[in-house]
């Protein structure tokens, strides 16, 4: 708790729009004993404005530093006195000095000071002291952790992963559900070119890996077995591994899931005629065909010279589509009736299959770089046989596309966008083709000795929990609904991060992809995994917020077991005692504080972020008593991983907002706490904004439903505000994303135009 | 309900294009620039895309009966903007040259006039024949280059009524029954064609009048050449062409009168012309200019072929033909000189030479690239028929103009 707060104004970015000498003054007459130091550096981010303050700091008249000017994105490097030293950082340039306009939207003059730009900085200042008094510099909770990776599949990924792991000197323990190593690799006669210049065939080279990991002696093998059960939190998890009738015991700290895929349900392939003629196959059939000594027509043995490979018949899969459509139509009618009968729905979510005919396109990549090689291994095998390839899309990604120009220029392998509209029985169990929407000009007639159809990827984590978490949410990873099955979590900023802390995706469980691709996606998440040892053991949060010390505290004696919180938790992270007490686990949380948002009763907190702590910057806001006087004052909540640098960057490209806004940065939309709402309209606040994450399909939360869960709460108060006889309208949720600096300022005076049309909160005054 | 015709991809075809100047035809994407840059390409269907794409599938059947590569002129334009470097212009040659190949038989001509390595069995034929000849009458002289009353006359050892005439009138009738059986081969494939249907204006015409216009417009004016482009290095082709083009009718008058002359001569004597003709004589100075146009015209052609290789290569058929050209240029002209400087010995051995190369120039012109003289003709013919080329419209029949 700071008692004695040093607050520094820097000279350079705040001078001449702020009249700095009697905002000193009026700080230091408001905060006499709290503020004993207030002082106007030339350049305070420099190593002469450090110098300053690290002498008052040793001269022991102040505990903590509010430091007014340049944003808290900015110059970091000279705000550092140590973890027992709290730094708030006012960011009184960008979104003072530099996002300021006057109220009619003009500019101010060469030398003029204007007072609204005053009173702003006087706010931002006033919520800076009362947040440091209500800030602990955190300790960290540092723990005993097992330094050894728990790697589930060993197929090329797993192996890879393993050996990763145990190169950088970590030991690894490796389960495999099959007698010999190498998964799906095994069956692989050759694969597309990994090397340069990307255009020939390449020998898997499985045996070398394999050798390896048997040899390490870092790396503990298990074949025949799978996981039974994996208890705990990373860094002292508990994995329990069953081989035949027996049960073993790791402690392991942090896993990486490389668990692969199945074969899809060849029945979404009926259309197309497989199942019905013979000569019609799998990629993965041909693949096996291929290892296991040469490709042949299943109806008579003999050589195909003519094969023909399909890449994507969407129009056949209209039929499943609606199908699923039905099916989705009547669980939901059936959940609606049972919410109606009063059941309660459980918390722990029963493991659902998710098997769908959508794996198929999902796979799109891969089975066009499956063509690709397997029409190479017909001309492989006989000069004058020839290969066609009727595709949707052709999806030759990145280095890939050489691989493609090097078929392209192979004659014998002939190539034309297509839909196939019908497959046909010729002389001979010969198969002919029909293809419209052609290259060719106009619809054709092809006739071919094989069709080779693409084989769909199955992640594991869509049909088996896999994990075997002994969680409260759950046996296995929780579905968003978004990725049918495949273990991913934020595509975009965290590919490999699962939404279990210490549990990383590599390969064919996170999406369909080749052997180089899950090469490179094993190491990733073999230095994930490392990365969660290595913080876990510091009691540093591993991400989003690396190396963030504080973590949820509980003030157990006022909470009333409601749930919430374990419910809402978006990793898992709370346990419960039978009675329904959160039981946390600080290595599983990733301190976005969705608990603390959610608690009705408001006894989750952090060292240095709390319901108190934001409750009184709130309140610091000075209102003033009328609005045609001094205008209105609209709080804005502000999501710290997107919606704030957004802010920032708008006034650092010029942009300008309305100067009634006031600015409070938060961990996460779901960090936001309704009481926070509650106090800035009581207080007489005209409107609260608050600025999150896109959710739904095209999430960006960094936690997963942060935002998706405020929008809930923020429906929640808007009835208990319309019973006060507040106007909802005048609370509002926006979603944007970091790079939509240019549309936040239209965002924010859009909002301050309806609060004018609105007029005074009713409660101004009371 | 489309109705679906059933491809029969050939790789063998693919690799016989390839073989004869298509070697990059897989490169290309379809992005379809070369039809659009192309500035004689017909609206409906246009080429050379699906020519493209069509070589790629080894569609055999399609090629050949398109009339599409006839109408082009290979102006390189296609060729120069490939994003690809797919050589849309090269493809269309090849598919030119295949079509010489395969028009019409014997199949071993076409074979071997598709390839440099046959190249000595060509020059072999005539070589065997004229020596025999000139073993023949040089036993009679008793010396190989006679010159009786000093005056060296090839008539003495290839007399024209027993060597040169029967011999070049047997290719020639050969020839002509080579084209014959090539334009029915045509004509047959040709009954398939994509019609362009415009509504408006355009009547289907007889093939009568389409062949005059073609004669008019393409041929003795080189008009349509135009639509190519007038810029370097059109300009050079153009000039080269029109100037080989009408020496060589110069020279085909020349050897019209002498030959009318010769024969109608031994009926009514005072036609007879006496050799070798006087350098004054009007018909010698016609030919005399014919073998300056072709020099000429060598030299323009030469030096855009030599660019030509450089930016996008050319074919055995493109040098072929070319270099016969020179031999028979340059041995008809040499072998003058030395008649005039009385070098008996070197003006022989030189027309011996020339009467090689112009064999080689008439007795297997069908599957030379030369064969275009008729089957362009022919096709471009049918192709006004059709209404597929862009023929000169009154503006008020272009806005009538409708392309089904």
Known sequence: MAEKIGVYFDKSSLEPYLDLESITERVKNKWESACPVVRVVDQLASEEGHRTVRQDIDAGEIDAVSVCGTSPRKDQEFFDFGSNICVDRVNLRELGVWAYKNPDGSLPQEGEQPQDLQSIAQDYINMSVTKLQRTEAPEAEAMETEKTVLVLGGGWGGLTAALSTAGAGYSVVLVEKEKELGGHAAQMYKTFPQKPAYTQLQDVGLQEKVDAVQKHDKITVYTQSTLESLDGQPGQYTATIQTGSEQEQESVGSVVVATGWEEQDTSFLKPMGYGQYKNVVTMWQLEKMAQQGGIVRPSDGAKPRRVAFVLGFSHMMEEFARQEEEEKARKEEERRKQQEEGEETAIEEPFEKTESYRHLPYTTELTTMTALKQANYIRESDDSAVSYIIYEHMTAAGLNEHYYKAAQDDPGIMLSKGMVTSVDAGRQDNVILKVEDNLLGEPVELEADLLVLPTGLVPTTALDPVVQLAYRQGLAFPELELFDGFADSNYICFPYETRRTGIYTAGCVHQPMGLAKTEQDAQGAALKAIQCLESVNRGMSVHPRSGDLTYPKFNFVRCTQCRRCTIECPFGALEEDADGTPKPNIARCRRCGTCMGCCPERVIYFDNYSVGQIGSMISSIQVPEEMEEGGPRILILACENDAYPALDMAAQQGKKWSPYVRIIPVRCLGSVNTIWIADAMSKGNDGCLLLGCKYGNDYQCHFMKGSELCEGRMQNIGETLDKLGIETERVRQEEVAIDDYELIPQIIDNFVDEIFNLGPNPFKGF | ?404
């Open chain 2, 1 to 404: 309900m489309t109705s679906v015709s059933r491809i029969e991809p050939d790789l063998g075809f693919i690799q016989d294009l390839q073989n004869v100047g298509g070697l990059d035809l897989n490169k290309c994407y379809q992005c379809a620039t070369c039809s659009v840059i192309c500035p004689i390409s017909p609206m409906d269907k246009p080429f050379p895309r699906k020519e493209m794409i069509w070589a790629q599938w080894g569609l055999k059947d399609k090629v050949v009966q398109d009339v599409d590569i006839w109408l082009c002129h290979k102006c390189g334009q296609c060729t120069e903007t490939c994003p690809r470097g797919a050589n849309p212009g090269e493809l269309m040659a090849a598919l030119r040259n295949v079509a010489y190949q395969s028009l019409a038989g014997p199949r071993f001509l076409g074979r071997w006039m598709s390839s440099a390595k046959h190249l000595p069995k060509l020059i072999a034929i005539p070589a065997v024949i004229f020596l025999i000849v000139w073993l023949i009458t040089g036993s009679i002289y008793g010396t190989p280059f006679p010159t009786p009353h000093g005056e060296i006359e090839f008539g003495h050892i290839f007399p024209g009524d027993f060597s040169i005439d029967p011999i070049f009138g047997l290719a020639a009738l050969f020839v002509l029954y080579t084209f014959y059986r090539g334009i029915s081969t045509m004509a047959q494939t040709f009954k398939e064609q994509p019609r362009t249907f415009v509504v408006g204006f355009h009547r289907p015409q007889s093939i009568w009048v389409s062949l005059w216009q073609v004669i008019k417009e393409e041929v003795i004016t080189h008009k349509k050449w135009r639509d190519c482009g007038t810029e370097e290095p059109e300009e050079a082709k153009f000039k080269g062409h029109i100037l080989l083009f009408y020496s060589f009718v110069a020279l085909f008058i020349v050897t019209g009168i002498v030959a009318f002359t010769h024969w109608s001569g031994k009926v009514v004597g005072f036609l007879d012309m006496p050799y070798p003709m006087a350098l004054w004589n009007p018909v010698k100075i016609l030919a005399n200019l014919g073998a300056i146009g072709l020099v000429v015209g060598l030299v323009y052609l030469t030096k855009r072929r030599l660019n030509a290789a450089q930016r996008d290569g050319s074919s055995f058929y493109d040098w072929y033909l070319l270099a016969t050209i020179w031999v028979v240029t340059l041995t008809g002209i040499l072998s003058e000189i030395f008649r005039l400087l009385h070098v008996a010995g070197l003006s022989y051995i030189v027309y011996y030479l020339h009467l090689i190369s112009v064999f080689m120039l008439i007795a297997y012109l069908p599957w030379s690239k030369l064969g275009h003289l008729v089957y362009r003709v022919v096709a471009l013919a049918h192709a006004r028929r059709l209404g597929r080329v862009s023929t000169e419209i009154s503006t008020e029949q272009k806005n009538q103009l409708y392309v089904l």
